[in-house]
């Protein structure tokens, strides 16, 4: 067991010279390849789950299906999914298989938070709705999807934070990302290669509570005043929040 | 049968190989081991530390906000990070790992119980009052039963997901089956024991949590006919 003399302080050191920076496979190339991959994994996800969230719940069918995607992924290893992929995909180890693995991963949040949006519509808005003569898709365009936007919002932050989070592990399978600077830190070994590990944590944190952050505000703003208070109560989770991280 | 099937399909690489499982048998229930004790470990020290923090929370309001918050960022940072954090000052053994889902498995168990113990409806806990429990005789003659199916959710919860977080250990060579994922990865691809190890890494966490859906139902006879 090594432990680092002092891992702060090397961290500081690395995080303050330049060429950590600007290298190639440095932390400016290795935050573009995270931002990346995060992007159209989370953007794949939406493009699956929110039709269909929004459809089962127009229809109301399909909860145990919910809830199925939902705890089957919690218990499915990420690290599992992140190199069976590859071999599925049978195309050697470029972005495709990370960014379809982290989808994946972004689904039920994004799926089950549509589902609930969609559910949770005053039924006598959806009754005055039919009764001016809103066909069915109709009022989900006008009625029930403006109405789950608050939803749809929440469901987006979780699974973004979660895409972020999860897309560090990335690289064990060489997929890059910021989790290569902590896999390489300790390539170097604790004693050395401390104070590059604590730095790729920060970084690694960092960008997930900015992510949390930025997130929440936008959230914040999709969703009309009226609406705000309430959902936000204490200790009471929401589907979103069930599912895990990595 | 199959495992023929598999061969002829593809002599080199199967999905799945008998083979493997047989001559492998020591290193995969090793593997196992590690990561059942490490998931177990786990859980049981974050329930130790998270009953008396959801308690604090539920008697003292003030408190909840930020222990919740507290919680909240913890488990906000992603696996890999937190055990960066870790490991400078522990080291890579198997303490890091632990350390690590700890604190993950600690959100999950809080928010649940403090949710459970929430629902307490308050006439329950004024006649409870009007019949002189104190403080603490309600707290475990009338709250944490009533608390009980919160406690066990978060319990779950905890558990499944740890049980996926104990592979990120690989990081610090503790990640009992993650370590025959990664092995698998870097051993050409060698798609028995990757597939091996993800199967049992799914299927330990159904056992687990049948075996505390059991102990639930051991624990609170009252309440079996609860779907959850």
């Given amino acids: 067991m090594t432990v680092a003399a002092n891992p702060v302080g090397q961290a500081i050191v690395w995080i303050n010279d330049p060429l950590n920076w600007t290298n190639p496979g440095g932390m400016l190339d290795r935050l573009g390849e995270h931002l990346t991959i995060s992007a159209l994994a989370v953007a794949l996800g939406c493009l699956v789950a929110w039709p269909l969230g929004l459809w089962l719940g127009h229809l109301g069918r ?10 089957a992924t919690l218990a499915i290893p990420t690290l599992a999914l992140l190199t069976i992929l590859p071999v599925v995909f049978a195309s050697g180890f470029g972005k495709t298989p990370v960014v379809v693995a982290l989808a994946v991963f972004a689904v039920p949040p994004l799926l089950a938070n549509a589902y609930t949006g969609v559910r949770q519509v005053d039924p006598e808005a959806r009754d005055a709705a039919r009764g001016m003569g809103l066909s ?28 972020i989070a999860t897309a560090a592990l990335a690289s064990f399978v060489n997929g890059g990302g910021l989790g290569q600077i902590i896999r390489t830190g300790f390539g170097i070994g604790i004693a050395a290669g401390g104070g590059q590990i604590l730095a790729g944590g920060v970084l690694v944190a960092g960008l997930a509570l900015l992510a949390e952050v930025v997130l929440g505000g936008v959230e914040r703003l999709v969703t009309p005043r009226p609406l705000r208070r309430g959902r936000q109560r204490l200790g009471r989770p929401r589907a979103a929040d069930a599912t895990g991280s990595a | 049968m199959s495992f023929r099937l598999s061969y002829r399909a593809d002599p080199g690489n199967p999905w799945f190989s008998w083979q493997y499982v047989r001559d492998n048998s020591d290193t995969i229930l090793a593997a196992v081991r590690e990561h059942a004790s490490l998931t177990g470990r786990a859980v049981l020290i974050a ?30 940072i992603p696996s890999l990070a937190l055990f960066a954090f870790i490991a400078p000052y522990l080291g890579t053994g198997a303490t890091t790992v632990l350390v690590g889902l700890v604190l993950y498995a600690l959100l999950l168990i809080v928010r649940n119980v403090v949710a459970g113990l929430n629902q307490v409806p308050p006439e329950v806990r004024e006649a409870a009052e009007g019949m002189g429990y104190g403080r603490w005789g309600r707290l475990f003659r009338i709250d944490l039963p009533l608390a009980l199916p919160g406690i066990v959710t978060g319990v779950r919860l905890a558990t499944v997901s740890t049980v996926a977080l104990v592979t990120v250990g690989v990081l610090v060579g503790h990640g009992g089956l993650g370590q025959l994922i990664f092995a698998g990865f870097q051993n050409n691809l060698y798609k028995a024991e990757i597939m091996t190890a993800a199967l049992l890494c799914v299927a330990l966490a159904v056992v687990l949590d049948l075996l505390l859906i059991l102990v639930a139902r051991l624990v609170s006879p009252w309440s079996t006919r609860r779907a959850r």
């Avoid at chain 1, 399909?62 to 705890?71: D, K, Q, T």
């Fill in chain 1, 62 to 71: 399909g909860a145990g299906l919910v809830v199925l995607i939902s705890n």
């Fill in chain 1, 136 to 163: 069915s898709g109709q009022l989900l365009r006008q009625v029930e999807l403006p109405l789950a936007v608050p939803y749809l919002a929440a469901g987006f932050r979780t699974a973004a934070v979660q895409v």
């Fill in chain 2, 47 to 76: 329930v130790l530390i998270a009953l008396p923090l959801s308690v604090l929370a539920y008697w003292f309001r003030p408190l909840a906000g930020p222990i919740l918050a507290v919680s909240g960022v913890v488990y906000t």
